[in-house]
């Protein structure tokens, strides 16, 4: 019989309604049925496409005698983490004070209080490797709880204590200057990895922010090491595993260092910052290979990830069937050389074998092999190469597909908004902002209220009951700024300034200018989530500077410069220090250090092919964070318009920077020289 979950639209919470165990969606009514039973609450946080959530949902939460042990002795509180990041990320921060190390699924035994005193991540149903089994963690915690409870209210107590005293070192209220940069990509450039691309060891994670900083910094003050290890890490990365050569995108992260073996998840956010990524790499260096990159992931995302609603679902699974009823994780990816044979016949197999570098011992499991690039491809016939890529894929497409999680989150939709809008207009692909369009419109009708409040998620066509947090904001303002500047259509202007009346006023400190990742008038945890540094995707507090800083730039408004100006104080705190860590704040940075340029095209009309050749060369242009208004000298969309006539009749121009305007200009090549294009 189903449980409570089942009311639920998260994929992940809906994949547990039906296991034995009793569990209780985050809420009030769970902790109010523990304080009346007396007993403690266990925080399982996890989300659909874990690997590992699922094997311990298998392993203890599927078993009817664990089940029973839960619900007699415990309330069992189970969260998607992508619904609610807050509840996440406070209990992940005291998870890894804790014991030095966190993930998921994240297992925290709590007070009615909501308040930890035990943690871990996965459990295993027998003890091993030191680890105790989590039948063992079970009965311990019952006893520690029947017998120990006043060490227990201790602990928790001082948990509770220690992290409202974690502060956050802020530093000045100003950005960072031209040496904190300087000194930023120094530190870069010390933990780069220049045989293989990327920074640091295995497990190796994409860097997008960090690449979108050194793209950033080259092209403000022309350093070619930063370009090069942009460049590097990127053609790294896409001629590794990591990168899916048959279909486009790209997996969640390699578990080595050469970028071979990827945890097989596709995240939305990671496509969406990469196509992005890839799409910038091409801007600033004309690299074929780059396009053809960026091009592939955005066609991922739209084939594989849009849904009937028009928004983006979050990710496909790791695992699935491999064929014999068994879920296995890459069983959808990887080839041997039989089945490459099977499907190729042996003339093309022992090419795409050679091409892929799919070999005998495998470089994954059993055998098997994740599909690279390790040579260039210059060495084989494109044309014959385009083919047997174009039948594997075919044949791929008879398996048994990953699941997907169908959950649209609002800002890793605006991720995907504002990347897809750019690389449409780049490569001259009116489907791709089509599907931007289609996406933003989506957030509006669904996630927006009345009050322009964001809810974070929703699933066919259902709006979650979860208020948006300060990155659902930031990241979809972002996207509607990036579909102003493509579109011409003013109206995405307007909703981004909507969005960004909420961040001043409710997730911003009136004072230092700090942000918060709840706003003001969230539901109150054991702590304000605050945290300025990325993880996969760019913090709120960062990619909320940046969104500020745009507006700022089309509207002339002092109010949002100014808070991203204070905003920005964190990066002039640790961008030199952990640089990898606040890699967006770095890259915002750059823009207010830039600038960032106004750019005002006025034409005729839209469609003029005069004033649409202005507009796009605007739009290539690689100066840091420079916005573009698009329209007619009527035009009442963009305050960068107002007073911006035709030049002798000619549609023209015109780029403003720090309250200094160049002349207008009616000429493509004098504007991409004064963008750096």
């Known amino acids: 019989m189903p449980n409570r979950l089942a009311h639920e639209t998260s994929p992940y919470l ?21 304080r009346r039973r007396d007993v403690p609450v266990l925080l399982s946080v996890g989300y659909s496409s874990c690997h590992w959530c699922h094997v311990m949902a298998h392993e203890s939460f599927e078993d009817p005698a664990t089940a029973a042990f839960l619900d007699e002795h415990f309330v069992s509180v189970k969260v998607d983490r992508e619904e609610r990041p807050d509840v996440d990320a406070v209990y992940m921060e005291a998870v890894q004070a804790a014991t030095g190390q966190g993930g998921w699924p994240m297992t925290v035994f709590l007070t009615p209080d909501a308040e930890p005193f035990y943690f871990g991540t996965y459990f295993p149903p027998e003890s091993r490797h030191g680890m105790p089994s989590f039948g063992q963690v079970l009965e311990g915690v019952r006893q520690a709880w029947q017998t120990r409870r006043e060490e227990v209210a201790d602990v928790a107590g001082k948990i509770v204590r220690d992290l409202a005293q974690r502060e956050i070192d802020y530093g000045a209220a100003r950005p960072p200057g031209e040496e904190d940069l300087a000194q930023a990509l120094l530190a870069l450039t010390r933990e780069y990895d220049a045989k293989r691309g990327g920074f640091g060891g295995a497990p190796k994670f994409p860097p997008s922010m960090v690449i979108e900083f050194l793209l950033r910094h080259h092209a403000r003050t022309g350093s070619e090491g930063a370009l090069q290890m942009a460049a590097d890490t990127c053609e790294r990365m896409a001629r590794g595993g990591i990168h899916d050569q048959l279909g486009g995108g790209f997996a969640r992260y390699s578990v080595d260092r050469d970028w071979v073996v990827p945890h097989f998840e596709k995240m939305l956010y990671d496509n969406a910052l990469l196509c992005r990524v890839y799409a910038h790499l091409w801007r600033a260096t004309g690299s074929d290979f780059a396009r053809r990159v960026a091009l592939a992931t955005a066609d991922f995302m739209v084939r594989e990830l849009r849904t009937a609603e028009g928004g983006f679902a979050s990710a496909l699974d790791a695992d699935s069937d491999d ?3 068994r879920h296995v994780e890459g069983a959808y990816y990887v080839w041997t050389p039989a089945q490459l044979r099977e ?13 892929f570098g799919v070999t005998e011992e495998g470089t994954f499991e059993h055998g098997s092999s994740v599909l690279q690039l390790p040579v260039r491809e210059g060495v084989f016939d494109a044309g014959r190469v385009e083919s047997v890529r174009r039948r594997l894929l075919a044949k791929r497409a008879g398996r048994p597909a990953p699941g997907r999680d169908d959950k649209v989150v609002a800002a890793w939709n605006g991720l995907a908004i504002a990347a897809l809008a750019e690389t449409g207009a780049y490569f001259d692909r009116p489907d791709l902002v089509e599907a931007a369009v289609g996406a933003a419109d989506l957030l509006v009708r669904l996630h927006m209220d009345e009050h322009a409040g964001l809810r974070r998620t929703s699933k066919d066509g259902r709006a979650g009951a979860n208020a948006g947090v300060l990155e659902d904001y930031a990241d979809v303002a972002e996207g509607f700024l990036a579909l102003a500047s493509v579109t011409g259509e003013g109206v995405w202007l307007e909703f981004a300034g909507l969005l960004l009346g909420h961040v001043l006023t409710r997730f911003a400190d009136p004072e230092s200018g700090a942000l918060y990742d709840t706003a003001a008038d969230a539901e109150k945890l054991i702590r304000r989530p605050q945290d300025p540094t990325d993880n996969a995707t760019p913090s709120g507090w960062t990619a909320a500077a940046g969104a500020l800083l745009g507006y700022a730039a089309h509207t002339g408004s002092h109010t949002h410069r100014t808070a ?6 964190v990066v ?19 823009a207010a250090l830039d600038g960032p340029r106004e750019v005002a095209v006025v034409g005729p009309s839209l469609d003029d092919p005069a004033a649409r050749r202005l507009h796009r060369t ?23 318009l107002a007073d911006r ?26 504007l991409r020289a004064a963008l750096g294009g």
Do not use: M
Request: charged share 20%; net charge negative.
């Open 645 to 670: 006539p035709l030049v002798d009749g000619e549609p023209a121009a015109y780029v403003c920077r720090a309250f200094t305007c160049d002349a207008p200009t009616t000429d493509p090549e004098w």
């Open 323 to 325: 064929g014999s009823g």
């Open 343 to 355: 499907a190729l016949g042996a003339e093309d197999a022992e090419l795409a074998a050679r091409c």
């Open 572 to 590: 002039q705190a640790l961008g030199p220090r952990v640089p990898r860590f606040i890699g967006w704040g770095l890259a915002v940075a750059e």
């Open 14 to 34: 809906l994949q547990h309604a039906d296991n034995p165990v009793d569990w209780w969606p985050w809420s009030a009514e769970a902790f109010e049925e523990a």
């Open 618 to 640: 605007a739009l290539l242009g690689t100066a840091p964070g420079a916005v573009v208004a698009y329209g007619t000298p009527e035009s009442e969309e963009f305050p960068l």
């Open 564 to 569: 991203a100006e204070k905003a920005l104080g």
